[in-house]
């Protein structure tokens, strides 16, 4: 049964896939000149690619028919709610776009703004998106060159492509956003603040569907995360230019305590989510990663914990008997400085799809330099931008120090300088590639270490 759970996840490479998806990009690209010329100023504003911004395509029958999808690898998907005289494909063990094969002859390419009515300001035209504000989905086109269309669609917790005049959950979903912008992430104890948070995002997802809350939740966490973490904000800025926002997410990453893991992993369960592949790198390695997925809202979350050799075999997202240990390895101790990332410390780091080397280039002229890279691959490249320093609280400090988790000489340091808090990640996918490199992963978690940061630098 372990083997199966391993091969389920041993996620390939599909260049064929890729082939036939970029090859209907570029085509689209060479007849739309407004796409073509936002496509240049994603790279030279953005250091973003035009393809990670692709939240479908709609490709009429002209140009592709069934065996051409499913030879790729694509799988038609009729539960999704589609325009009348079309057929949704998507590759399931990929992380490219749904692609729809239409009866008409308009070739459509919609982008995924993190906010549409952002997007629609930056166009300048005077143009409106259809749906209403805060509803599961939005949509406006952006400009029609025969029958090449350029639209973009704002989705909150649907994998649809029909908006809809239902307005009924807008007030609940309005609700939860405020709930979880404006949370309690400051508790006396964590376990507590753990379980309150428990029991707020189980209260949203009373009157809202799960994928709606999840949606508003992490809206809420990016933002968080963006207000302690300058690079962040940095090239946030620079996505804002174009009105795009925090479209071209790749996933969140959370790190845990032992005694919270569970606990935390209920939290996303609750919204919907499902587990996906677990991480772990040998021995030595002490850590472990659960990912999980949610398919309706097309996020994915990267959770971190402290795990001894013999629980890498357990199912450690359920089995709740992770006991405190003699010693704190990268992620307890990060816990330890800052708290948990569902609480007051937010995520470790928020990564992103990138033009690797033009991110890197880009960023160092405005002040922010990466680390080395921990991926290097055709495939996958993966570097973070170097730690955000925050100061400690001195109450976590002496908790730290009388546990023995820390020495006096490393108290006296963190209190003086601080510790490692947060990154942005610079990531770029090729091939199709959904998954994650283990063994790099593993590298990256203890150059990390909030320990090593005075002699390898934060």
């Known amino acids: 049964m372990e083997g199966e759970i391993e091969k389920e996840f041993d ?32 790279m030279d504003q953005t250091s973003t690619r035009f ?20 030879k790729v690898g694509m799988t038609e998907v009729s539960q999704m709610d589609r325009p009348d005289g079309t057929t949704a494909f998507k ?9 729809l094969m239409g009866s008409s002859e308009n070739f459509e390419v919609a982008l995924k703004p993190e906010s549409i009515d952002d997007f629609l300001q930056y166009i300048g035209m005077g143009i409106k998106a259809e749906g209403a504000e805060l509803s599961k989905i939005r949509k406006a086109t952006v400009s029609k060159e025969g029958n090449f269309i350029l639209s973009a669609v704002e989705r909150r917790g ?32 964590d376990t507590d603040g753990v379980e309150h948070t428990l029991e707020v ?19 809420a966490e990016r933002a968080y995360w963006q207000r302690r973490n300058w690079p962040g904000q940095v090239q946030k800025a620079r996505q804002d230019s174009l009105g795009l926002g925090w479209g071209n997410h790749d996933h969140h990453t959370y790190r845990s305590s032992r005694a919270n893991f569970t606990k935390m992993i209920d939290i996303f369960e609750a919204f ?25 809202c097309n996020i994915v979350v990267f959770t971190d914990v402290d795990l001894n050799p013999d629980e890498t075999t357990i199912d450690f997202a359920h089995q709740g008997f992770l006991e405190k240990e003699e010693r704190m390895g990268t992620v307890g101790l990060w816990v330890g400085l800052h708290g948990e990332s569902v609480l007051q410390a937010g995520m470790h780091h928020l990564e992103a799809r990138f033009e690797f080397e033009r991110l890197t280039q880009d960023l160092a002229r405005l002040g922010v330099e990466m680390m080395p890279p921990f991926s290097h691959f055709d495939f996958l490249k993966q570097a973070f931008t170097k730690g955000v320093v925050w100061p400690v609280d001195k109450g976590r400090l002496d908790s730290l120090l009388n546990s023995k988790y820390i020495t006096q000489q490393q108290y006296d340091e963190f209190s003086k300088d601080g510790a490692i808090g947060s990154h942005m990640e610079n990531l770029e996918r090729d091939q199709g590639f959904k998954g994650f490199n283990r063994s790099s992963v593993t590298k990256i978690i203890m150059e990390t270490d909030p320990r090593k940061q005075h002699f390898a630098g934060a």
């Open 51 to 70: 393809v990670d911004w692709i939240d479908h395509v709609i490709i009429p029958e002209s140009r592709a028919n069934y065996e051409q999808f499913t």
């Open 272 to 296: 919907g989510y499902r587990c996906r592949e677990k991480y772990y790198a040998g021995d030595k390695a002490g850590w472990g990663a659960q990912i999980l997925e949610h398919q309706i």
């Open 158 to 189: 649907y994998n649809g492509f029909l908006v809809s005049e239902d307005t009924d959950d807008i007030p609940d979903y309005a609700a939860a956003l405020g709930t979880f912008y404006s949370r309690q992430r400051k508790f006396e104890n």
């Open 11 to 42: 996620w390939e490479v599909h260049p064929d896939l890729e082939g036939f998806v970029k090859g209907h990009v570029e085509y689209f690209l060479k007849n739309n000149s407004f796409a073509n010329a936002l496509s240049q100023k994603m």
């Open 91 to 99: 590759h399931l063990r990929s992380y490219l776009f749904p692609m």
């Open 201 to 219: 995002v189980r209260e949203s997802t009373y009157k809202l569907q799960e994928a709606r809350a999840a949606d508003a939740f992490f809206r």
